[in-house]
C-alpha cells in the first residue's frame, strides 16, 4: 500500500523559512514525478511545484525564485524548501506521486496534507 506523509509545516513569521518533507512508502518512486500542491482558503488547490524522475523542477510564478523543490531516491522521499515566506502562502501543502508531471489534480497518489501559517 503506497504512504505518502508529509511534515515540517507550522507557524511562521513573513520572511521566514520552513522545510517540508514527504517520505512515500510501498513503493520505489524513482521513476515517477513528485510534487506539491498548495490549497488556501477559499481556493481549490493548485501545483505549486514539481520535479519529474529526471531531477527537473518546475514551479508555478507565485513560489518560483523563493521556493525549491528536490528529491532523495535513495530515501523515497521529495523536499520543499520555502524562502521568504508570506502571508498569502498560508495554506495546507500536499505531497503528491504520479507517473509524470501534470498541473491538474490528476495525480495518481495524496499524502495527508500539512498546515503552514505564515503570520504578517
Known amino acids: 500500500q503506497v504512504r505518502l506523509v508529509e511534515s515540517g509545516g507550522g507557524l511562521v513569521q513573513a520572511g521566514g523559512s520552513l522545510r517540508l518533507s514527504c517520505a512515500a512508502s510501498?513503493?520505489?518512486?524513482?521513476?515517477?514525478?513528485m510534487g506539491w500542491f498548495r490549497q488556501t482558503p477559499g481556493n481549490e488547490r493548485e501545483l505549486i511545484a514539481a520535479i519529474n524522475s529526471r531531477g527537473y523542477a518546475w514551479y508555478v510564478d507565485s513560489v518560483e525564485g523563493r521556493f525549491t523543490i528536490s528529491r532523495d531516491n535513495a530515501k523515497n522521499t521529495v523536499y520543499l524548501q520555502m524562502n521568504s515566506l508570506k502571508p498569502e502562502d498560508t495554506g495546507i501543502y500536499f505531497c503528491?506521486?504520479?507517473?509524470?508531471?501534470?498541473?491538474?489534480?490528476?495525480?495518481?497518489?495524496w499524502g495527508q496534507g500539512t498546515q503552514v501559517a505564515v503570520s504578517p
Open positions: 510501498g513503493r520505489t518512486f524513482s521513476n515517477y514525478a
Open positions: 503528491v506521486v504520479n507517473s509524470i508531471v501534470v498541473t491538474t489534480t490528476l495525480w495518481d497518489y
